[in-house]
């Protein structure tokens, strides 16, 4: 077992922003997911990605500070459904797929944006 963080072993910084700017694209493309970026400006869509990349920096032991708001605070009142969630998954699990992220750390990826869902979906 690896005594280096989740951010050590996904890459750092790079390789965590590179799978945000992978992710967010196929996101936004997604017929059932669309809805959440359409009427936003380009600069919003910058600010929501760099927060992404601090959340998931931070969350997997990198460097970053958040500071954003709570889940259940970013997400009230998107009306983010059980559906809107398996397509994310699936998009997620794409991703991750492209990048070739070993077993090990896409379980740790996976477990912990599971752990959201219930802060998320409505």
């Not at 959340?55 to 983010?80: E, N, W």
């Not at 969630?85 to 477990?111: C, M, Y």
């Amino acid at each position: 077992m690896s005594n280096k963080s989740l951010y050590e072993r996904l890459g750092g910084y790079d390789a965590i922003r590179a799978v945000v700017n992978d992710l967010l694209p196929r996101l936004q493309a997604d017929p059932v997911l669309a809805r959440f970026w359409q009427h936003r400006s380009a600069d919003g869509i910058a600010r929501e990605k760099q927060l992404l990349v601090d959340f998931l920096c931070a969350q997997a032991g990198g460097p970053m500070y958040y500071t954003g708001r709570d889940m259940v605070l970013s997400h009230r009142g998107m009306k983010i459904s059980e559906r809107d969630w398996s397509a994310f998954i699936g998009h997620l699990n794409a991703t991750l797929d492209a990048f070739k992220v070993p077993q090990a750390e896409r379980a740790d990826v996976v477990a912990f944006i599971q752990s959201t869902r219930t802060e998320i979906v409505e």
